[in-house]
């Protein structure tokens, strides 16, 4: 009967940890010890196991005392939920504190402690360190399951080492070793982020000979890197397979394509796109607003996008300096110089970093013809950075403004900013082009002085 209400008792707090409502799960602990109904190792397991989810290891540890106060002696699942804990939040230190602690108590670390020391390794870029935990699974008798392979296969790509995660890849098809899915998708991710396309594509290849059928994960993977690495005709063929296959896309890979057509000048496939997205019913966050308000400053309508920045702000989402750039960059390009400069003041107000807006709009109304406005905006301006300098210098040099520009960027190299390559080399190829060679060379020396005096 008494284990019947202890099992009782953990199937209510259970339901509690789930619900995040910790403090009634606590609540029926003490009711419970009043009833006569004592927990068990079961009980404060689940608890530590919420702590750690939703709290903090500190306070997850709190309840392993506890434990030990009652005479409940901790085991491997108490431990593994608080490596679990500690490696979700990288704190490695702690980690090995707690599988020290663990073999010190003499509870004997199981293929799942294993692997989330592994993880943590991997987490902190340490693959040395989590392969000697691999070794040490194998040296204690026990199996590596698909986890510990994953875990190994995804820690290896993510350090750099795609080679020894292929290698492994191929060992474990050797050996007969039954794949699943994720490891393929977490292999073919791996690739494509180390642009390592002719590879991923094989990988792709014999998925499909394993008898699986490529997911959205898959896909996505594939079509991420595409137009990452300016592959956009095979990135529009992958989006186009996916769509024949009815995948359902996440909003990365949504904004991802419409930015593509945006940038290829095919508007209306953009909205399409996007139209798609909203209609999907996938929940947007700042960078599909984004995404969407890039496109109607695009088209020159500006009025759905301030009507969009207040429909995100309805949300509940705050936009950020992207969001009043691409604003700004939209007003500038309408010809709109005091509005652009309104909403510019407009951003100062509410605390949010304007200079990369500040550029936006110095680079626009010079390339608008305004360049008196232009200096004007440059010399009123508190905060510079070298990109702030840089569209100067540019700017100066379309108009054959040698002089100006020179004397622009040994202001920004004595000022201690770092120049920007592309600035430095348009000057002094000008200079050169116009027949001031001695110029050029005055100033490279200049620059170089002052690079030198700063260090």
Request: positive net charge; proline residues 2%.
């Amino acid at each position: 009967m008494t284990r019947l209400c202890t099992r009782l008792l953990n199937i209510c707090i259970n339901s509690f940890c789930k619900l995040k409502r910790l403090d009634k799960a606590e609540a029926v602990i003490i009711d419970g010890i009043r009833l006569g109904v004592l927990p068990n190792v079961v009980t404060y397991n689940t608890l530590v196991d919420a702590y750690t989810r939703f709290i903090g290891i500190d306070e997850a540890y709190k309840v392993v005392v506890r434990m030990q106060i009652a005479g409940i002696r901790p085991n491997v699942i108490t431990y593994n939920s608080l490596l679990a804990g500690a490696s979700r939040r990288c704190q490695l230190s702690r980690s090995l504190d707690l599988f020290e602690e663990m073999l010190r108590l003499g509870i004997s670390p199981d293929l799942w402690s294993y692997n989330t020391l592994m993880n943590c390794f991997f987490r902190l870029g340490k693959p040395d360190e989590a392969y000697r935990v691999f070794r040490d699974i194998i040296l204690n008798n026990l199996r590596p399951d698909e986890t510990s392979f994953n875990t190994l296969i995804n820690g290896l790509c993510k350090n750099g080492y795609t080679n020894n995660a292929l290698m492994l890849y191929r060992n474990l098809k050797r050996h007969g070793w039954k794949l699943e899915l994720v490891t393929y998708n977490i292999l073919i991710d791996g690739l494509c982020k180390a642009g390592r396309l002719k590879a991923a594509r094989r990988i792709l290849h014999e998925l499909a000979e394993s008898g699986y059928e490529p997911d959205a994960f898959t896909y996505t993977s594939v079509l991420k890197f595409c137009f990452s690495c300016g592959e956009i005709d095979e990135g529009f063929e992958v989006f186009k397979k996916m769509k024949s296959e009815g995948y359902m896309f996440d909003a990365f890979a949504y904004c991802t394509v419409a930015g593509a057509f945006a940038k290829r000048g095919m508007l209306k496939e953009a909205n399409d796109c996007l139209e798609e997205m909203l209609n999907s019913g996938v929940e947007l966050d700042i960078v599909c607003y984004n995404t969407i308000m890039n496109l109607y400053c695009k088209e020159g309508n500006l009025e759905a996008a301030y009507k969009l920045l207040d429909m995100m702000e309805k949300e509940g989402l705050v936009g950020d300096t992207y969001t009043h750039t691409i604003l700004i960059d939209g007003l500038c390009k309408a010809g709109d110089f005091e509005g652009a400069h309104r909403h510019l003041e407009y951003v100062g107000s509410i605390g949010i970093p304007n200079l990369a807006a500040f550029n936006s709009l110095l680079d626009r109304i010079y390339k608008t013809g305004h360049s008196q406005t232009a200096v004007k905006l440059f010399k009123s301006m508190k905060m510079k950075d070298e990109f702030t300098y840089s569209s100067m210098v540019h700017n100066l040099c379309k108009e054959r403004k040698f002089r100006s520009a020179s004397r622009l960027l040994l202001s920004c190299a004595k000022n201690g900013m770092k120049l920007l390559k592309s600035a430095e080399r348009a000057v002094i190829r000008g200079l050169r082009d116009s027949g001031s060679r001695i110029g050029a060379r005055n100033l490279q020396s200049k620059i170089r002085l002052a690079k030198f005096l700063r260090y």
